[in-house]
Nanobody, 124 residues
Framework: QVHVVESGGGSVQAGGSLRLSCVVS????????MGWFRQAPGKEREGVATIYSGSGRTYYADSVKGRFTISQDNAKNALFLQMNSLKPEDTAMYYCAVKPVPGCALNHADFPYWGQGTQVTVSS
């Protein structure tokens, strides 16, 4: 059984930084795509960033390019999201997700395994 657990959310003022972490256990394949998604109240879930486990190739939503960095530690089955220059519009529940390859697009419908989420709140 696959387990996905996020941590690292919190409250920060605009312009601040946060680092999210995620650990995946029970996933049977070494090659995978992992990603971060977010959902604000009343809005649809949207892709933030994804990364291939093998090549390390990354994909970002336009709204976070240059501010957020996704990274991974394959040995620890861990995923990270460094968020800098945070804005109030970044406020949302952030979710970690994993899917089999091929494909690593920012499409939440493609991902079968999800964590429970961690809240990020950015105040102005």
């Amino acid at each position: 059984q696959v387990h996905v657990v996020e941590s690292g959310g919190g409250s920060v003022q605009a312009g601040g930084s946060l680092r999210l972490s995620c650990v995946v256990s029970g996933y049977p394949y070494s090659l995978r795509c992992m990603g971060w998604f977010r959902q604000a109240p009343g809005k649809e879930r949207e892709g933030v960033a994804t990364i291939y486990s093998g090549s390390g190739r990354t994909y970002y939503a336009d709204s976070v390019k240059g501010r957020f960095t996704i990274s991974q530690d394959n040995a620890k089955n861990a995923l990270f999201l460094q968020m800098n220059s945070l804005k109030p519009e970044d406020t949302a529940m952030y979710y970690c997700a994993v899917k089999p390859v091929p494909g690593c697009a920012l499409n939440h419908a493609d991902f079968p395994y999800w964590g429970q989420g961690t809240q990020v709140t950015v105040s102005s």
